[in-house]
């Protein structure tokens, strides 16, 4: 028995060598780059002169120099900059270009008339008219240039992000100045302004749309969404207000709901955008950082850079592109799939084994997909509630329209008629993404 147990020993042990020694064997080289990853990553979205972006209008919104477009300018290329040193000096720290800005809306301020939670907005303005207004006079710059931020016809993020320390753009600018825009829609509706607010309403609309279209990262295509919810869940606070000055006025409103356009639902380049970052991740081993110990050596050893990146896309991004393509109803199916990336057999982690780890679980981005299918969901609603209102359809008359509209505006999880509940009087529909508060349902009343 003693005998047998030491036969074992050794080949155990000698089975375990030869394994590290093929592994170290098989590590010694890295793949190249396949040329299918290559022309990922080079993809670009179409160009627009400067002057017509009002991308740049955004970034410098609360910039304190006279020009919000030139400052938007000058800190993109400032961003741009500073990537570009910190992907030459992996061992540097994160910067940050500043920009000197405007003052903001305290949150606070904010929260009791039109903030995050736009349900309730005109209520809340309703009553108390007075801190409105001292509020939009306090901010009228910041609405001032919102304004003109409207009337810019294209908008695409040229900034790209192609390093995992590169910096990110100011958002909250936008965030506030959109929540100003509400409340001054809102006591411009309560003074009776409701075609001149309802015009106001179609151009925030359509930004948001060239939003969805130009963002590039996932950042900006999550910042546009979330602009693109609550434009429409204000204007479905305004319509009833609309159709008392102008039945007719519905109709430009629920025309420019119609249903997301695949450019608009589109996340093709933000994904492109987060493998070229994923990708600056793996080169951490030719700087400073790495060889810092013994072990770091050997992590960085068994760490091919290239053979990560490959493996990331042919895993990863194809799915996310097969996503992308895939209508809301398959959402959930997609989503399942890719819970199931995060793990790869024993036998492989010879190759590769620290980028293998590296890339662990992929990240959740079903739920960004999600976000968007729900803005895209919640247009399809609104643009029912105020088509019937445009109609002045009965509630016993309401099932058979959206049994008849069902085909354009649909629910696009289910391809069912929107859900209509009877006793609230209130379209509906389940959203699949985040959502603020505990709110389950998007929801439109009757008008």
């Known amino acids: ?211 969805l279209a130009g963002s590039t990262t996932l950042v900006g295509k999550m910042l546009s969404a979330a602009h693109a919810r609550r434009a429409a869940q204000f204007i479905s606070q305004a319509l009833p207000t609309v159709a008392r000055a102008d039945r007719k006025a519905l109709a430009r409103l629920a025309q420019a709901l119609a249903p997301l356009s695949p450019a608009e639902r589109s996340f093709a380049q933000a994904y492109r955008a987060e493998l070229a970052m994923f990708g600056s991740i793996t080169h951490i081993c030719a700087g400073q950082e790495a060889g810092a110990d013994a072990w770091g050596a050997v992590n960085c050893y068994f760490f091919q850079p290239n053979a990560t990146v490959n493996r990331q896309y042919f895993t990863l991004h194809r799915l996310l592109t097969a996503m992308d393509e895939a209508p809301a109803q398959r959402l959930d199916e997609m989503r399942g799939r890719l819970e199931e990336l995060g793990s790869f057999p024993f036998w492989s982690a010879l190759y590769n084994p620290t980028g293998k780890v590296l890339m662990g679980a992929p990240p959740q981005f079903g739920s960004y997909a999600a976000r968007v299918h729900d803005v895209d969901a919640l247009f399809r609603l609104v643009a029912l509630q105020a088509q019937i209102g445009e109609r002045g359809l009965k509630a016993a008359e309401v099932p058979a329209f959206l049994a008849g509209s069902a085909a354009r505006y649909g629910d696009p999880y289910s391809g069912k008629p929107m859900g209509w509940d009877p006793e609230r009087r209130q379209l509906y529909f389940e959203p699949r993404g985040k959502v603020d508060g505990a709110e389950k349902r998007f929801t439109a009343g009757l008008i």
């Open 1 to 211: 028995m003693p005998l047998m147990l030491k036969r074992l020993a050794k080949w155990t042990l000698g089975g375990a060598a030869a394994l590290v020694v093929l592994a170290v064997a098989m590590n010694a080289f890295d793949e190249d780059v396949h040329p299918e990853v290559k022309a990922y990553l080079e993809a670009r979205p179409p160009a627009v002169p400067d002057e017509r972006n009002g991308y740049f209008h955004m970034l410098g919104l609360a910039a304190l120099q006279a020009d919000p477009h030139a400052a938007g300018r000058q800190h993109a290329q400032a961003l741009a900059e500073a990537q570009t040193r910190a992907a030459a000096s992996p061992a540097s720290g994160l910067e940050r270009p500043e920009m000197k800005s405007l003052p903001l809306p305290r949150g606070e301020s904010m929260a009791r008339l039109c903030g995050a939670h736009v349900a309730g907005c005109l209520a809340r303005v309703r009553a108390d008219k007075a801190a409105a207004r001292r509020l939009l006079a306090e901010h009228a710059l910041l609405l001032g240039r919102y304004r003109a931020l409207l009337e810019y016809p294209d908008y695409v993020e040229t900034y790209q992000p192609r390093h995992y320390k590169a910096p990110i753009g100011p958002f909250q600018p936008l965030i506030n100045a959109q929540q100003l825009f509400h409340v001054q829609s809102a006591l411009r509706l309560l003074e009776g302004e409701a075609l001149q607010v309802a015009y106001d309403l179609e151009r925030s609309l359509a930004f948001s749309r060239r939003m």
